[in-house]
């Protein structure tokens, strides 16, 4: 099982950034990050898949947030500027084996999950 350790979370003002790091025991196919806020269910951030290292954005990332990947340390990140309040959420790291697009934005796809880390963005 791949072991995932989040990091980078914090408290920070609108328009700041922030950059996340997820280090991973591996090389898994599929890395992803979710967010969760209060009272709300678990969304689809961002993804890279390791070996071809395409990635996609839900649309209210799309141009704000970078998620790269470290070969050398085995670790995925998620560069986070212009930071809003509604970005608030705690932020987790999940892995998966080869997904379809179709499948790629589904938590329930993912059979590895971090500890999160909390992202806090005062207005």
């Known amino acids: 099982q791949v072991q995932l350790v989040e990091s980078g979370g914090g408290l920070v003002q609108a328009g700041d950034s922030l950059r996340l790091s997820c280090a991973t025991s591996?090389?898994?196919?599929?890395v992803a990050w979710f967010r969760q806020a209060p009272g709300k269910e678990r969304e689809f951030v961002a993804v890279i898949w390791w070996i071809v290292s395409t990635i996609d954005y839900t649309d209210s990332a799309e141009g704000r947030f970078t998620i790269s990947r470290d070969n050398a340390k085995n670790t995925v990140y998620l560069q986070m500027n212009s930071l809003k309040p509604e970005d608030s959420a705690i932020y987790y790291c999940a892995t998966a084996g080869l997904l379809s697009r179709m499948t790629l934005k589904d938590p329930a796809r993912y059979d590895n999950w971090g500890q999160g880390t909390q992202v806090t963005v005062s207005s």
């Open positions: 591996g090389r898994p196919f599929t």
